[in-house]
């Protein structure tokens, strides 16, 4: 079982950037799918962005496509979530999460957090208008 940590998250304002971090620990992490999923005040939990296991696939939210990238650092067990251009609509607990999805799974099989059986404790991203 791998654990996760999230960290990066604060008070900005919209229009400027944060990249979020989520540190692994334990079992190789190499050998798991990333996702990031965000969850606003009185919302249900949504998808962000997620990456196959050694980053030959990503995948994006309509919402946060072209301001959003995630990417992975296998040698330091970290996913990232680099979130340019934010809108107060972006404000949220944003979580990462593990899932044993091979490279060849479906889009809508990334996309879903049922796919994923770990998550990290979530850090709080505010865009003030």
């Known amino acids: 079982q791998v654990q996760l940590v999230e960290s990066g998250g604060g008070l900005v304002q919209a229009g400027t950037s944060l990249r979020l971090s989520c540190a692994a620990s334990g079992r190789t992490f190499s050998g798991y799918a990333m996702g990031w999923f965000r969850q606003a005040p009185g919302k249900e939990r949504e998808f962000v962005a997620a990456i196959s296991r050694v980053g030959s696939r990503t995948y994006y939210a309509d919402s946060v496509k072209g301001r959003f990238t995630i990417s992975r650092d296998n040698a330091k067990n970290t996913v990232y979530l680099q979130m340019n251009s934010l809108k107060p609509e972006d404000t949220a607990v944003y979580y990462c999460?593990?899932?044993?999805?091979?490279?060849?799974?479906?889009?809508?099989?990334?996309?879903?957090?049922?796919?994923?059986?770990?998550w990290g404790q979530g850090t709080q991203v505010t865009a003030s208008s």
């Open positions: 999460a593990a899932s044993a999805l091979s490279t060849s799974s479906s889009s809508s099989r990334y996309s879903s957090m049922h796919e994923y059986s770990t």
